[in-house]
């Protein structure tokens, strides 16, 4: 069965930093385009990065360029999303996804994990 398992998130100052854990199983997550997705209350799930599994090029969003850094940790088939200087508008629920085809950022993707939140708040 293939599935993803997300973890990390949490209640963070603004300011503070986070890493979201996204593992994979039943399948070589290095074969695979892989992706953050965020969901805030009241609006549209949108696409936060991605990284093709071709040749590693990555997608930031506008609004987290220079503060999120997503990776791969192959030997482990897990996905990373480091988030630093966090905002309150960072304030989400946050997806992982993987797709062995699609590498543009939006969410129309093939696997997804269950989502992890994270909240911002002094």
């Known amino acids: 069965q293939l599935q993803l398992v997300e973890s990390g998130g949490g209640l963070v100052q603004p300011g503070g930093s986070l890493r979201l854990s996204c593992a994979a199983s039943?399948?070589?997550?290095?074969?695979?385009?892989i992706g953050w997705f965020r969901q805030a209350p009241g609006k549209a799930l949108e696409g936060v990065s991605c990284?093709?599994?071709?040749?590693?090029?990555?997608y930031y969003a506008d609004s987290v360029k220079g503060r999120f850094a997503i990776s791969r940790d192959n030997d482990k088939n897990t996905m990373y999303l480091q988030i630093n200087s966090l905002k309150p508008g960072n304030a989400a629920v946050y997806y992982c996804?993987?797709?062995?085809?699609?590498?543009?950022?939006?969410?129309?993707?093939?696997?997804w994990g269950q989502g992890t939140q994270v909240a911002v708040s002094s």
């Open positions: 996804a993987g797709d062995l085809l699609r590498t543009m950022c939006v969410p129309n993707w093939g696997y």
């Open positions: 039943g399948f070589t997550l290095d074969y695979y385009n």
């Open positions: 990284m093709s599994s071709s040749d590693g090029s990555t």
